[in-house]
């Protein structure tokens, strides 16, 4: 996820850097691409239209120094901006799933390598904080130690987890995790 976000940004960047002024034009254009670039990296919509709207508040209104090329402005107007929307701190009341029914099914489908094994630890362990009880089930059983990886993460916040193996046919997997009795006796 971050390395086509990070593709695109210097790509974006690339374009502008190279100019001695920069147009208002190329300012939204390299704005457009980076917004394009936060939804395909699933950002929310609502996210990368402020985060945008920040950066450009904060390019219209710098004022250029002669010994920094627009294009550098830019860049690290963008650069700070990343860093302060990746240190918000948000607390685990920010967030709430609205869940109601118990037991609820949670599942998380993404491209490999976009980070659903340690979102799904991170979710478990928002839903624990919250006073729910959860159970995690992997059904990668194409993935080398996905199954491992999720066991482990539980294991380090104190959740439960289903002991699923690459091994097994995953319709068996699919049926064992979403059966209700059991599920039930193993978070009791």
Not at 105 to 118: A, C, N, P, R, Y
Request: net charge negative; hydrophobic share 45%; charged share 30%.
């Amino acid at each position: 996820m971050f390395n086509n976000f990070t593709d695109r940004i210097l790509k974006t960047f690339d374009d502008i850097t190279g100019r001695g002024v920069l147009t208002e034009s190329d300012v939204d254009k390299a704005l457009r691409e980076i917004r394009v670039a936060m939804l395909e990296a699933d950002v929310p919509l609502s996210v990368a239209k402020e985060f945008v709207v920040g950066i450009k508040e904060k390019a219209v209104g710098e004022k250029l120094l002669k010994s920094i090329k627009p294009g550098d402005l830019v860049i690290k107007i963008v650069r700070d901006s990343i860093i302060d929307l990746l240190n918000q701190d948000l607390k685990a009341d920010d967030f709430d799933l609205n869940i109601k029914k118990s037991p609820s099914f949670i599942l998380m489908v993404g491209l490999q390598g976009s980070g659903k094994t340690t979102t799904a630890a991170k979710l478990a362990n928002l839903l624990k904080s919250q006073g729910k009880k959860v159970l995690l089930s992997s059904l990668d059983i194409y993935r080398p130690a996905a199954m491992d990886q999720l066991a482990q993460l539980a294991d380090s916040i104190g959740t439960d987890v289903m002991s699923n193996s690459p091994d097994d046919n995953i319709n068996d997997i699919i049926e064992n995790t979403l059966n209700i009795r059991k599920i039930i006796t193993m978070i009791s």
